[in-house]
């Protein structure tokens, strides 16, 4: 048996607590995500998704998210009417040279990605399209040491907006005419 002492806590920190707790509970439990998907069009229940590089972070994501909309993302091209065809996923930044150790260092992040959708039979459904975000990175001299840390998070955020816009770009009434 727990014997828990509550005595010193004040009664309005717990009561609180148990209402975060179970709004967090609530907004898990009914499906809120933070981040909207656009719908994707019926017809893309089941898709293959070939990439350069089958294991990075980026194509894990994807794949992930594709299933997150009840997406079937299967295991190779002949299991699926449609193949989501990443020809090319491409993240650059510039190196800030060092100026006098009171200037801050600018990071200019860019992250581009070339897809096409392709019919099983081989028929072009969405030629190919690049996509791509910008992003900055400010730094003073006392930040430098976590430079890279930094420069993963912005990645994976960008990597997170490239997915989102490929979604809306999936979900696009071009590509639901082509679908028909």
Request: net charge positive; proline share 4%; hydrophobic share 35%.
């Amino acid at each position: 048996m727990i014997n828990l002492k509550l005595q010193h806590c004040h009664p309005g920190l717990i009561s609180r607590s148990i209402i975060l707790t179970l709004s967090l509970l609530f907004l898990t439990g009914c499906g809120f995500h933070l981040r909207a998907m656009h719908p994707l069009p019926h017809q893309l229940s089941t898709l293959y998704v070939k990439t350069p590089h089958k294991y990075s972070y980026f194509t894990k994501q994807l794949k992930k998210s594709l299933r997150h909309v009840n997406v079937n993302v299967a295991n190779t091209k002949h299991a699926a009417p449609y193949t989501l065809e990443i020809q090319r996923i491409a993240f650059t930044h510039n190196t800030p040279t060092l100026g006098t150790s009171t200037q801050a260092r600018v990071y200019r992040l860019h992250y581009d990605m070339l897809f096409q959708l392709i019919k099983r039979n081989g028929k072009t459904v969405l030629s190919p399209r690049t996509i791509s975000t910008h992003s900055q990175l400010t730094l003073n001299r006392n930040q430098l040491l976590n430079t890279n840390d930094e420069l993963t998070l912005i990645k994976h955020e960008m990597e997170r907006r490239l997915i989102d816009r490929l979604f809306y770009q999936l979900s696009s009434n071009n590509v639901k005419q082509s679908l028909r």
